[in-house]
Nanobody
Framework: QAQLVESGGGLVQAGGSLRLSCAAS????????MGWFRQAPGKEREFVAG???????SFGDSVKGRFTISRDNAKNTLYLQMNDLKPADTAVYYC???????????????????WGQGTQVTVSS
């Protein structure tokens, strides 16, 4: 059974950095697209970044130039490096995995099949 476990969240001041990790098990990690989403209180879950097995990447408009996504297939781990964090980045961050090969990187919640439990990121001003 597929399992995704996020870690690395915490409290950081505005302008600071954090790196989130997502450890995957029970799935062929290297084969499918994986992504990061976030959800702030009272808001819908929002696409942050995604990465295909080929290395192609996609980012949400609000994080372009500040966040990067990478994966280590040998470690079955997905990363999200977040720089220049802003209070608006405060949210629970979720890791997600597709389970079928796709031509494009999914950018909607419905485009992913497996989800982690989330990790809280809080950015203070």
């Amino acid at each position: 059974q597929a399992q995704l476990v996020e870690s690395g969240g915490g409290l950081v001041q505005a302008g600071g950095s954090l790196r989130l990790s997502c450890a995957a098990s029970g799935l062929t990690f290297s084969s499918y697209a994986m992504g990061w989403f976030r959800q702030a209180p009272g808001k819908e879950r929002e696409f942050v970044a995604g990465m295909k097995w080929s290395g192609e990447r996609s980012f949400g408009d609000s994080v372009k130039g500040r966040f990067t996504i990478s994966r280590d297939n040998a470690k079955n781990t997905l990363y999200l490096q977040m720089n220049d964090l802003k209070p608006a980045d405060t949210a629970v961050y979720y890791c997600a995995s597709d389970k079928f090969p796709s031509v494009e990187i999914p950018t909607t919640v419905g485009g992913y099949d497996y989800w982690g439990q989330g990790t809280q990121v809080t950015v203070s001003s």
